[in-house]
């Protein structure tokens, strides 16, 4: 059963983390508690699939919407999306000079929707790491770049 599965009034078994709102969803502004990056549609679900495969199903915390861009957002730590050169389709988000940007994070339980838990937080200080990020995301859009018979 996902996170977002969990029915309204289940106990929590997860950690305190302040930045996670008890109900709903909220705005986090993007370098504060966390950095992000951005993917939509199914290159970003594939590159989920894929970092959970190679952690172990447990790649950092990564959030879902459901609805327009179908985005996932991967969350680093803060300064984690700065600096890096992110392929096409990844969108970083982070305290940049030149820019304020704002992060979706639902509740761990209850109405969250159009957001979800893809991978919910374990543990306070516990995210995705930057560079296993990266490398992910190369490979997602080098196989999807690559025509099908040549796979």
């Known amino acids: 059963m996902a996170v ?10 997860h950690p305190n983390i302040e930045w996670i709102p008890s109900s709903g ?8 508690q966390f950095d992000a990056v951005r993917v939509d549609g199914d290159d970003g679900r594939r590159a989920a699939d894929l970092l959970e495969h190679l952690t ?6 990564v959030v879902i919407e ?3 861009r179908r985005g996932v957002y991967f969350l680093l730590p803060p300064g984690g999306s700065a600096g890096r050169a992110w392929p ?10 030149w820019a304020v ?6 509740a761990l339980v209850g109405r969250t929707w159009p957001l979800a838990w893809r991978c919910p937080p374990t543990a306070p200080g516990r995210f995705v790491h930057p560079y296993l ?7 997602v859009a080098r196989a999807t770049a690559t025509p099908p018979e040549s796979r």
């Open 56 to 61: 172990g199903g447990d790649p950092g915390p």
């Open 133 to 139: 990020l990266l490398a992910t995301l190369v490979a």
């Open 25 to 32: 969803f909220q705005l986090r502004k993007a370098g504060v």
């Open 101 to 106: 940007s704002y992060v979706p994070v639902p």
């Open 88 to 97: 096409p389709g990844a969108m970083p988000f982070n305290a940049a000079r």
């Open 66 to 68: 459901a609805n327009g």
């Open 4 to 13: 977002h599965d969990v029915p309204v009034n289940a106990p929590s078994c």
